[in-house]
C-alpha cells in the first residue's frame, strides 16, 4: 500500500537524490551504471485492487458531444471499380481562368524585416506580446474556409480522410486475424488501426465543418492489395501524399483559422503514416523533413482509387497528371531490394503496392535476422538499402486522356512538353536529374546524391518523382509552379 502512495514531495526529494554528478565528457565509452540501481524482484503478476485516488475523483461526464458527419463504417462495404459512364466529365472550371499559368515575380516589397540584434523593433501591443503575426489583433477566429483556393483545397483534403476511413476498416473487415498474425500484427496491433479509422471520422467531420454544406460525402473505393502486407504498403503510401499533401497547401491558405486546425488533424496522420512503415518494417522516419506537395498531385495519387461518388458530390478543381510507373520499385518485402524483378506491384495504377507474394526464401517477412528482418517493429535497420544514390531508375508513363476517378469522370492531363528532367521531390529539396529517353513512353534515370544538410540524403522515405520539361528552381513555398511542366507524377519507394 504505502509503496504506491508516492506523494509528490518524495518524489522530488527521491529525483534530487538520484540528481547525476556531472557526466563524462563527451559521448564516448557510455557507461551510466553509476546513475541509478536497477529495480530487484519478480515483475508483478497479480493486477489489482489498486490503491484509490483519495478525494481526488468525482463523477463526471462530457458537458456535450458534438456529433461526427459520419457513422463508424467497420463491416465490409461496398467496393470494386466503376463501370458505369460519367454523366459529367473534367476538373471544376472557374467561368474566367485569367492566364496559362503563374507568372514569377520578385519578392513581396514589405517582407524586409530583419532582425540583427534579437531585440524589439516595434511598439508592442501589450505586455508580454511582440508586435506582429496574423490573428494577434483580438479578431474573432473564423474557422471556416475563405477563397477558392481554401474551398479546393479543404475538399481534397475531405475526400482524403474519407477514404482512409473506409480503408483501414476495410483491411480489418477482409483480412482474418491469422492474416495479421501471419505478418507479425497482433490483436493490439489491429485495435490500433481500428482506432485509426475513428480518428478518420473525427477528421472529416472537422474538414465538413470547415467547407459548408457542399462539403463531399464518402465515396466507394476500389483497392489494389490482396495481402495484409500489401494493405499496409498501401497505407503507408497513402498516407504518405495525405500528409505530403497537406503540408504543401497549409501555408498558402487564406483562412489561418482553418490552417490552424488542419495542423492538428495532419500531426495525427503524420503519426499514422508512421505507424504504418514501423508495421511494414521500414525505418520509421529516414528523413529529417516531412515533405510537401501541390494539391493536383495529391488529387493525382488520391482519384485512381476512388470509384465512384454519390450524385451531386461537390467536385475538385485540381488536375490529374499521367501516370509515371517505376519499373524497378524497390520491394519492402525483399531482403534484397537489388533483385526486385521490374514491375513487381500488384497492378498499374500509380501507388500500387510491391508485391507481397514472392517466394518465401527472397522475402524479409518472417526473418529474425538483424539487418535483414522486416517484419513489424519500432525500428530496422536495412543490411541493403531498398534504393541508393547512383541507382538507375527505370520508368514507364502513360498518355494523357485516360479517364480517372469517381465514376470516371476526371481526365488525365498535362500541359508539358517532352519529358527532359527527373523531378525528385522530398524533405525540403527538389533535385533534377536528366532523363534519358528509351522509347516512346520509357526512359531512365539515376538516383540523385543530394543532400538537404550535410549528412542527410535528400532522396529517402515514400516519397515522389515527376518527368517534367524543365529545370525551373523551386523551393518548398513555390513548388506548385512546377504543375504547367509536369508530364508524368509517380511515387518512390526510396527507403
Ligand atoms: C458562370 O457561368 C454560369 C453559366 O453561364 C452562370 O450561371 C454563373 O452564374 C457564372 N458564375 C459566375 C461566378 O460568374
Ligand atoms: C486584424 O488583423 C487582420 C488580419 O489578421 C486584418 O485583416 C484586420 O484588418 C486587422 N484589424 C484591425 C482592426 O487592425
Ligand atoms: C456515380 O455512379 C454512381 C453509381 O452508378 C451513381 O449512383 C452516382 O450518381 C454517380 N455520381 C455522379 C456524380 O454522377
Ligand atoms: C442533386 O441536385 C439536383 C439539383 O439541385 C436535385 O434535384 C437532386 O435532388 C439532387 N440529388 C440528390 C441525390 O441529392
Ligand atoms: C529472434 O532471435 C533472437 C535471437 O536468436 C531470439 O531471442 C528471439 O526470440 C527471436 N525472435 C523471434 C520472433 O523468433
Ligand atoms: C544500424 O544502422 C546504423 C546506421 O547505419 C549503424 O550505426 C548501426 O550499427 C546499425 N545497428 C545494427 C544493430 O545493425
Ligand atoms: C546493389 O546494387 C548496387 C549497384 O550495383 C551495388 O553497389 C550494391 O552492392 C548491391 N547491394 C548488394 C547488397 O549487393
Ligand atoms: C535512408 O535512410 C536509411 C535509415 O537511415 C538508411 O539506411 C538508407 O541508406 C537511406 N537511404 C538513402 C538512399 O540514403
Ligand atoms: C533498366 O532497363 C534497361 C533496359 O530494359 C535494363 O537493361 C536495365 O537493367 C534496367 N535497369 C534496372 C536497374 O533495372
Ligand atoms: C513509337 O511510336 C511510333 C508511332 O506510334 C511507332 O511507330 C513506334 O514503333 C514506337 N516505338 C517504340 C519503341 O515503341
Ligand atoms: C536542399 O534544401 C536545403 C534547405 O532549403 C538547401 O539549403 C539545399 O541547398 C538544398 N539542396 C539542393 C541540392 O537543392
Ligand atoms: C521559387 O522561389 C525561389 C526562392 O526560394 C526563387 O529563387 C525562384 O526563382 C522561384 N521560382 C519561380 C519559378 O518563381
Not at 465490409?76 to 471544376?92: L, Q
Not at 524585416?113 to 506580446?129: D, E, F, K, S
Not at 470516371?408 to 536529374?433: C, E, H, I, K, M
Not at 520509357?442 to 516519397?463: E, I, K, L, R
Request: hydrophobic share 35%.
Amino acid at each position: 500500500m504505502f509503496s504506491k502512495t508516492v506523494y509528490a514531495s518524495a518524489l522530488l526529494s527521491a529525483l534530487a537524490a538520484a540528481a547525476p554528478a556531472p557526466q563524462v565528457p563527451g559521448y564516448s565509452n557510455g557507461d551510466a551504471s553509476g546513475l541509478s540501481t536497477p529495480p530487484t524482484g519478480a515483475p508483478a503478476t497479480v493486477f489489482g485492487p489498486d490503491s484509490q485516488v483519495p478525494e481526488k475523483a468525482i463523477a463526471t461526464s462530457a458537458p456535450t458531444l458534438p456529433p461526427r458527419r459520419s457513422s463508424i463504417l467497420d463491416g465490409p462495404t461496398s467496393h470494386g471499380p466503376f463501370s458505369g459512364t460519367p454523366t459529367t466529365t473534367g476538373a471544376v472550371t472557374a467561368n474566367t481562368t485569367l492566364a496559362q499559368m503563374i507568372a514569377p515575380l520578385p519578392p513581396n516589397p514589405t517582407a524586409t524585416y530583419y532582425n540583427a540584434q534579437g531585440v524589439l523593433l516595434n511598439p508592442a501591443p501589450a505586455p508580454y506580446t511582440p508586435n506582429g503575426g496574423l490573428g494577434t489583433n483580438g479578431t474573432e477566429p473564423r474557422y471556416l474556409v475563405n477563397s477558392d483556393f481554401d474551398f479546393e483545397s479543404i475538399a481534397l483534403g475531405l475526400y482524403q480522410e474519407w477514404i482512409e476511413l473506409d480503408l483501414f476498416n476495410n483491411g480489418l473487415a477482409i483480412f482474418s486475424d491469422d492474416d495479421f498474425l501471419e505478418a507479425g500484427l497482433t490483436a493490439e496491433d489491429r485495435s490500433y488501426i481500428a482506432f485509426m479509422a475513428v480518428q478518420e471520422s473525427g477528421h472529416a467531420t472537422l474538414l465538413s465543418n470547415m467547407l459548408g454544406e457542399a462539403a463531399p460525402p464518402q465515396c466507394t473505393y476500389d483497392y489494389p492489395f490482396r495481402t495484409v502486407r500489401e494493405f499496409i504498403d498501401f497505407n503507408q503510401k497513402l498516407t504518405r501524399w495525405g500528409e505530403s499533401g497537406v503540408w504543401g497547401f497549409i501555408n498558402h491558405l487564406d483562412s489561418r483559422e482553418v490552417g490552424q486546425l488542419l495542423s492538428q488533424s495532419i500531426a495525427t496522420e503524420a503519426r499514422q503514416q508512421m505507424s504504418f512503415r514501423q508495421m511494414l518494417g521500414l525505418h520509421p522516419m529516414p528523413v529529417w523533413f516531412e515533405t510537401g506537395i501541390p494539391q493536383s498531385w495529391a488529387w493525382t495519387y488520391l482519384a485512381p482509387y476512388i470509384s465512384s461518388c454519390p450524385e451531386n458530390t461537390t467536385r475538385l478543381a485540381w488536375q490529374n497528371f499521367p501516370v509515371l510507373h517505376v519499373v524497378n520499385q524497390p520491394n519492402p518485402n525483399r531482403f534484397s531490394p537489388n533483385d526486385t524483378k521490374p514491375n513487381e506491384v500488384v497492378g498499374n495504377r500509380v501507388a500500387d503496392p510491391s508485391d507481397s507474394l514472392i517466394p518465401a526464401d527472397e522475402s524479409c517477412v518472417n526473418l529474425n535476422v538483424t539487418g535483414y528482418a522486416c517484419g513489424p517493429a519500432i525500428a530496422h535497420n536495412r543490411s541493403e538499402p531498398l534504393s541508393f544514390p547512383g541507382k538507375q531508375v527505370n520508368f514507364t508513363w502513360d498518355a494523357p486522356g485516360q479517364a480517372v476517378g469517381p465514376n470516371n469522370s476526371y481526365v488525365t492531363s498535362t500541359s508539358a512538353g517532352t519529358p527532359a528532367f527527373v523531378a525528385w521531390v522530398s524533405q525540403l529539396n527538389l533535385t533534377y536529374t536528366p532523363l534519358t529517353i528509351t522509347g516512346n513512353n520509357s526512359g531512365f534515370t539515376y538516383q540523385p546524391a543530394s543532400v538537404v544538410y550535410q549528412g542527410d540524403p535528400a532522396a529517402n522515405d515514400t516519397m515522389f518523382v515527376a518527368l517534367t520539361d524543365a529545370d525551373i528552381f523551386l523551393t518548398p513555398f513555390n513548388l506548385s509552379m512546377i504543375n504547367p511542366h509536369v508530364a508524368a507524377l509517380g511515387l518512390y519507394q526510396a527507403g
